[in-house]
Nanobody, 120 residues
Framework: QVQLVESGGGLVQAGGSLRLSCAAS????????MGWYRQTPGKQRELVAI???????NYADSVKGRFTISKDDAKNTVYLQMNSLRPEDTAVYYC??????????????WGQGTQVTVSS
């Protein structure tokens, strides 16, 4: 089993910054992709940013130039630095990881979500 634990959400004023962290632990052989998604009530969960094992990144158009995804392989941790936050960034942010576990099964896992609220 693999667990993802997120931290770093909170309340911030528009224009401010937050940094989210997500640590993966458990029966991990290797992590292929880690990323961040977000969801607001009544809407589908949407991609925010992903980073591959090789370091390739991809961002939603709405966050390009403002958010930066990075990772620490030694800690199995992914970060999301969010700058110039806008009220429309308000959402529950979920960490996702696609993992090869020690039984050599490939599976996606989700964190519990962390609330980010941006006030105007």
């Amino acid at each position: 089993q693999v667990q993802l634990v997120e931290s770093g959400g909170g309340l911030v004023q528009a224009g401010g910054s937050l940094r989210l962290s997500c640590a993966a632990s458990g029966r991990i052989l290797s992590i292929n992709v880690m990323g961040w998604y977000r969801q607001t009530p009544g809407k589908q969960r949407e991609l925010v940013a992903i980073i591959t094992s090789g370091g390739t990144t991809n961002y939603a158009d709405s966050v390009k130039g403002r958010f930066t995804i990075s990772k620490d392989d030694a800690k199995n941790t992914v970060y999301l630095q969010m700058n110039s936050l806008r009220p429309e960034d308000t959402a529950v942010y979920y960490c996702n990881a696609n993992v090869w576990d020690i039984s050599r099964r490939y599976q996606g896992y989700w964190g519990q979500g962390t609330q980010v609220t941006v006030s105007s």
